[in-house]
């Protein structure tokens, strides 16, 4: 049986997630690694001010998710397929030996620098549950317009879809679905319209960067939010951490692809706890741990245990 690493992204972070992280040397080593090449220390990127502006939070997922990747392969795990949830997708492209980390940082910074550069105020993200994606759209096409946008983002689960946009639309989305019978509908801690065609431009010029970088073929099969299918080239790596920004994440096709490929132990990387929660719904007869509550040696032991069934 297979083992998924999963890499959380935006709307995971919480104020001091770095210093969280499992006491292990190449977790340390990892830490001054990134503040080496960033040159920034821990202290000034996951501190509650830092995390309120998006190059800093998508900056601190990347350190916090390859440090404990990283961590568990000097244990003796290394997954059979990885994912990451936008944002997570950098992260989730290291492990997959496509990208390094050098890289990713940069452009986890350039990313978010651009989304806050495009919408500085007034715009980002909510979610709503308990209702499909159809029905979610037939209300969504009844209040977008050009000056209050809002789309659909994120297809988390069959009936967990994420939308983003401008504040005023997003509200009344979510107040709409709300009294048509969605089990929640609420704000999420993003303040920029992430997986949305407002962010185009950014889309762009994330893949003049990638041009200019080192991406290889991946080692491990990498999974991406753009077409939702198991990606084995350079190309498609550039292709999909380009073109997400700008286009839904097809998390639960993601999922259902890896569960059909024989994954049963989906490991959610720090700080997370979303992903393992919905691998968790959606396949029962699969175990998901979110490693931000459960210690790195009960990983490890669960993976080898999971590979040693093949």
Request: proline share 5%; charged share 20%.
């Amino acid at each position: 049986m297979s083992v998924v690493m999963l890499f959380p992204g935006q709307g995971s972070q919480r104020a001091g997630m770095l210093h969280e992280l499992p006491d292990h040397s190449v977790i340390k080593q990892t830490l001054t690694e990134a503040e080496d090449l960033l040159q920034l220390k821990i202290d000034q990127l996951d501190s509650e001010e830092a995390l309120q502006t998006t190059d800093h939070v998508q900056m601190s997922l990347c350190i916090a998710e390859v440090a404990v990747s990283r961590a568990l392969a000097a244990e003796g795990v290394l997954p059979d397929l990885v994912a990451g949830h936008s944002a997570g997708a950098f992260a989730a492209a290291v492990a997959s030996g496509s990208l390094s980390f050098k890289d990713a940082l940069h452009l986890t910074r350039l990313r978010g620098q651009l989304m806050m550069e495009a919408y500085p105020q007034g715009y980002g993200m909510g979610v709503i549950t308990g209702m499909t994606q159809r029905q979610v759209e037939q209300i969504r096409l009844s209040i977008h317009s050009e000056e209050h946008p809002v789309y659909i983002a994120n297809l988390n689960a069959p009936t967990q879809i994420t939308v983003a946009g401008q504040w005023q639309a997003i509200d009344q989305l979510l107040t709409t679905c709300k009294s048509k019978g969605a089990h929640t509908a609420k704000r999420l801690n993003v303040s920029v319209p992430s997986h949305c065609p407002l962010l185009s431009s950014v889309s762009d010029q994330l893949a003049t960067a990638l041009h200019d970088m080192e991406v290889s073929r991946p080692l491990i099969p990498y999974a991406g939010n753009y077409k939702g299918r198991a990606i084995r080239t350079a190309e498609g790596i550039v292709e999909d951490l380009s073109l997400n920004i700008a286009h839904p994440v097809r998390w639960h096709e993601v999922t259902t692809l890896f569960y059909e490929l024989g994954a049963r132990l989906f490991l959610e990387m720090p700080p997370g706890q979303v992903l393992s929660g919905l691998a968790s719904a959606a396949f029962p007869e699969a175990r998901a741990e979110a490693l931000s509550s459960s210690r790195l040696d009960n990983a490890v032991i669960l993976a080898k245990r999971e590979q040693g069934n093949r």
